[in-house]
Structures are given as structure tokens and as C-alpha cells.
């Protein structure tokens, strides 16, 4: 067959770092989004949110405020105030996942 061309990776990390600095920015508007969405009584959970770079174009957004998946997901005695949720399906709809 004329006129294809065959590339051979001999490098497979090499996509990964492309997409590395996609995938931060991408995190860090999601971390910023929660942080928006995070109620205030003592700043101490909307300052606590982080990004973690786990591996090469993989980041997690992180909260180590002990009470943050209770705010999240509420209580018996109080309701949910989603903060991370609402921003991992913005970000998904935004770019298509």
C-alpha cells in the first residue's frame, strides 16, 4: 500500500507528558470550582482543598479536613452541601467525559 506511513512508539510515556499540563490545569480549575462551591464558617475547609500530582498526567483534588465528606455527602443531621461532585461534572461536561 503506497502513501501510508507506519510510526513505531518507542517511547509510551510520550503521550502521557503531552497531556500532563492539560490534565494539571484541568485539576486545578476543579479544585478552584470546589473551593467555590465550599461553605464558609471558619475558612478552614474551602483553604484545605489541593491538587496531587500522582503520576505523570494524573492529579487528584484532595481535601484533608476530616469533616469535608461529611459536608459533602451530609449527615443524619444535616443535609449535603456537594462541593467536588458538582465541579468533576462541570468539568466533565465541559470536555466531554
Known amino acids: 500500500m503506497a502513501g501510508l506511513t507506519t510510526y513505531r512508539i518507542t517511547d509510551r510515556t510520550a503521550p502521557l507528558r503531552i497531556v500532563d499540563p492539560s490534565m494539571s ?3 486545578g480549575e476543579i479544585m478552584r470550582a470546589a473551593q467555590a462551591r465550599t461553605p464558609v464558617r471558619t475558612r478552614r475547609l ?3 482543598w489541593r491538587v496531587v500530582k ?3 498526567a494524573r492529579y487528584q483534588v484532595v481535601n484533608a479536613v476530616p469533616y469535608a465528606p461529611l459536608v459533602e455527602h451530609g449527615t443524619s443531621d444535616t443535609p449535603a452541601h456537594p462541593m467536588l461532585g458538582p465541579a468533576v461534572l ?4 465541559r470536555y466531554g467525559r
Open 25 to 27: 490545569r484541568t485539576a
Open 54 to 56: 500522582t503520576a505523570t
Open 46 to 48: 474551602r483553604s484545605s
Open 90 to 93: 462541570t468539568a466533565r461536561q
